[in-house]
């Protein structure tokens, strides 16, 4: 049998995007993929609850294929509020199909409700893909970063992170 002959399906699914329920947050964990960030993903569990951040997924038959984490922060040294994006990511059998695109601009349209007239992203200096996909939704570069952190994964061992990053920006036209 030739490749041309092997049987093929095309099955429609649909995409909803919608804010992370807790039976999502092991979910998050993509089969262990990402289970080191397990700490994480129930960190910004908690603070969703408090209002403080939020995950927004796109979930395709109750499975979150992607999501994307909003921080809400409230500077006490007088530089500007804004939300943080970060952890987007989508499955990789269904990038490049617009989910990422929707997932941002869900997280914005959350943002301009809450009233957040800036939003920054960080991305690494090796990512020219995410780099471009940002820039077509209107952020731009402000800044550079050594990205360096550190988070406690799922073994209760801390771990390092270096990823040097592009800060990007965008402002928000509050209505
Ligand atoms: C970045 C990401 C979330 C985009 O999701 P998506 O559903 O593929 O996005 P869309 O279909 O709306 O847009 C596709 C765009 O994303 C870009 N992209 C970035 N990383 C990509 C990847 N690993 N695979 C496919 N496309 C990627 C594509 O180049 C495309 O832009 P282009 O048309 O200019 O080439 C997804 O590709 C991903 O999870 N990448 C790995 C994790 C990552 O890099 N996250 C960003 C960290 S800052």
Same mark, same amino acid.
């Given at each position: 049998?030739? =490749?041309?002959?092997? +049987?093929?399906?095309?099955? $429609? ?6 804010? &992370?329920?807790?039976?999502?947050? $092991? ?16 960190? &910004? ?18 499975? +979150? ?11 006490? #040294? ?28 869900? &997280?914005? =349209? ?13 991305? =690494?200096?090796?990512? $020219? #893909? =995410? ?13 550079? #970063? ?6 406690? #994964? ?9 990823? $040097? ?11």
């Amino acid at each position: 049998m030739t =490749a041309l002959e092997q +049987p093929t399906l095309v099955v $429609p699914l649909s995409i909803t995007l919608r804010q &992370a329920l807790r039976t999502d947050i $092991p979910k998050l964990e993509w089969y262990g993929q990402y289970i080191h960030y397990r700490n994480l993903f129930r960190r &910004a569990y908690r603070e969703q609850q408090m209002g403080r951040r939020l995950i927004l997924v796109a979930d395709c038959n109750g499975f +979150p294929v992607g999501h994307i984490f909003i921080q809400f922060i409230e500077p006490d #040294d007088g530089s500007r509020r804004r939300a943080y994006l970060y952890s987007f990511r989508v499955m990789e059998m269904f990038r490049g199909q617009g989910i990422g695109t929707r997932l941002i601009e869900e &997280a914005e =349209a959350v943002i301009r409700q809450r009233g957040y007239p800036w939003i920054t992203i960080s991305v =690494a200096k090796d990512n $020219p #893909d =995410a780099k471009r996909l940002y820039e077509r939704l209107g952020y731009r570069v402000f800044g550079e #970063d050594e990205g360096r952190w550190r988070y406690v #994964d799922h073994r209760g061992n801390l771990r390092s992170v270096h990823e $040097p990053c592009w800060l990007l920006q965008k402002q928000i036209h509050l209505r």
